[in-house]
C-alpha cells in the first residue's frame, strides 16, 4: 500500500471546480486542496494537491484554531 506519511501541512488553497474537473480520471473531483509541509513553507515549489472527492481515504485533522483568511484585495 503507497500513501502519504502523516505530514503536518499548511493548506494554501481551497479551489472548488465549477462542474467537476476532467483531469482524465474518475471520479471526477469537485473539491480539491493545496497544501504544503511546514518545513517546506518557504520553498515555492514545494507542496502538493488533495482531490478531496477522489476514491483514495485522506485522513484531515486540524491541529491550531482557524484563523482569518489572507486576501489579496
Same mark, same amino acid.
Given at each position: !500500500? !503507497?500513501? +502519504? ?14 462542474? /467537476?474537473?476532467?483531469?482524465? @480520471?474518475? /471520479?471526477?473531483?469537485? @473539491? ?25 481515504? +485522506?485522513?484531515?485533522?486540524? +491541529? ?10
Amino acid at each position: !500500500m !503507497m500513501g +502519504i506519511p502523516p505530514t503536518e501541512v499548511r493548506v494554501t488553497a481551497v479551489v472548488e471546480y465549477d462542474g /467537476p474537473a476532467d483531469f482524465g @480520471w474518475s /471520479p471526477r473531483p469537485t @473539491w480539491a486542496l493545496g497544501v504544503c509541509a511546514v518545513e517546506d513553507l518557504g520553498d515555492e515549489e514545494a507542496g502538493y494537491v488533495l482531490h478531496l472527492d477522489a476514491g483514495e481515504p +485522506i485522513e484531515v485533522e486540524r +491541529i491550531e484554531p482557524l484563523r482569518e483568511p489572507v486576501r489579496d484585495d
